[in-house]
């Protein structure tokens, strides 16, 4: 009941720019969701026993730990995966290592973890995915594994054995940047903040040309909160004001749902929405009183994707999936909910998509 072949989303979101991270990893979610109750893993109820949050989320991730150092979707062997997880077996241990770092938890094998992800380095720097749905050539595929790779291995206390700094040249080359979806602007300045480097100037200036340039009078990129979100979290990383911050954190709270999320795209691409509203206003709200109220609804609806095994689903009701507990545990410890959270990091922007980082301070 495939409506699109999962090979087929990567490139899809290759050559649509407007379409968002997270709307081709969402469009996986949708299809592997399916796919998954096709096959009998049916979904999770969000009846979690009472306990400890943090303690209960680190179980599900050691459930989730191989030998090999990597990390399953979901203890479930037949679970695919969904969005980031079903897209690059990267994606679950960057996300063990960034939590692992933030919450102070020490993970099973990190030495294995670090060989496991090594071995996916290419002779030229790059990174690639073993598991995945990713066209592994493609340059969506190469921009994304590498990044993770970096970011894992600095959460990991390690570097990668080759360096990897010419890896994005390609992308600033004819019209390569062109044809990458809007969700890539702010994996470049990850890139160089997780290896420790400055950020290329070129680079960065037709990065942030091609963002104010697109940018709509409402603060909103590519008329998706999750596009936007990138464009925020890009410009914080570089240390610069975000452009139209107050239009579009007056559209971020004016597109969340009465329930507290931000899922309103259809097809379900928003599997990351309510995060990614999450930083915007948190980093850029000013702690008004409009901005804190939708961050506690939005930890409630975060809350309410919690299942009974410890982990988390994209949505209510959803398979527990590596992906999401990132997304939504760190949609909790950006709202406060998780005290046990360390948050001094001072280098916080190197964990992954920004949930450590704190408002106003400038991170080099």
């Known amino acids: 009941m495939k409506t699109l072949a999962l090979e087929n989303l990567s490139n899809l979101a ?17 299809t592997l969701a399916g796919a998954a109750l096709a096959a009998g893993g049916g979904l999770r109820a969000a009846t979690p026993a009472p306990g400890n949050l943090a303690e209960q989320t680190f179980e599900f991730i050691l459930r989730c730990a191989h030998e090999d150092g990597g990390y399953a979707p979901s203890p479930d062997a037949d679970y695919p995966g969904n969005s980031d997880t079903g897209l690059s077996d990267l994606a679950g241990v960057t996300y063990a290592a960034t939590l692992a770092k933030t919450m102070g938890w020490q993970l099973p094998r990190v ?24 066209d592994p050539k493609s340059n969506l595929a190469v921009l994304y594994n590498t990044v993770q790779g970096v970011v894992a291995m600095r959460a990991l206390g390690e570097r990668p054995r080759i360096d990897p700094t010419k890896v994005l ?14 969700y890539s602007t702010s994996f470049f300045p990850l890139f160089y ?5 400055p950020f290329p100037e070129q680079q960065d200036q037709a990065l942030r040309e091609r963002q104010i340039q697109n940018q709509k009078d409402d603060g909103y990129l590519g008329d998706h909160v999750a596009s936007t979100f990138h464009m925020a979290h890009y410009f914080r990383l570089i240390g610069q004001p975000t452009p139209k911050a107050k239009a579009m954190v007056a559209r971020v709270l004016r597109d969340q749902k009465p329930d507290g999320g931000w899922n309103i795209k259809e097809p379900d691409w928003d599997v990351h929405a309510c995060f990614d509203a999450v930083f915007i206003l948190r980093q850029l709200g000013e702690n ?8 506690d ?9 919690r299942n009974a095994d410890g982990g988390f689903g994209h949505y209510p009701k959803w398979h527990s999936d590596m992906d999401a507990v990132y997304f939504q545990f760190g949609t909790l410890i950006q709202a406060g909910r998780i005290p046990s959270a360390k948050l001094d990091w001072p280098d916080a922007h190197t964990l992954s998509w920004g949930h450590a980082m704190q408002p106003g301070k400038i991170y080099r």
Do not use: E
């Open 297 to 305: 609804k939005a930890a409630d609806w975060a809350l309410a994707c």
């Open 111 to 134: 030495a294995k973890s670090v060989d496991y992800i090594a071995k996916r380095q290419q002779p030229d720097g790059s990174f690639t995915h073993i598991a995945g749905k990713m």
């Open 169 to 182: 040249d390609r992308f600033f080359a004819g019209d390569a940047l062109k044809k990458l979806p809007w």
């Open 288 to 295: 008004s009183a409009a901005v804190r109220q939708a961050i």
């Open 14 to 30: 290759q050559g649509n720019p407007s379409l968002s991270r997270r709307a081709a990893l969402g469009g996986m979610a949708r």
């Open 193 to 197: 903040a997780a290896l420790g480097k």
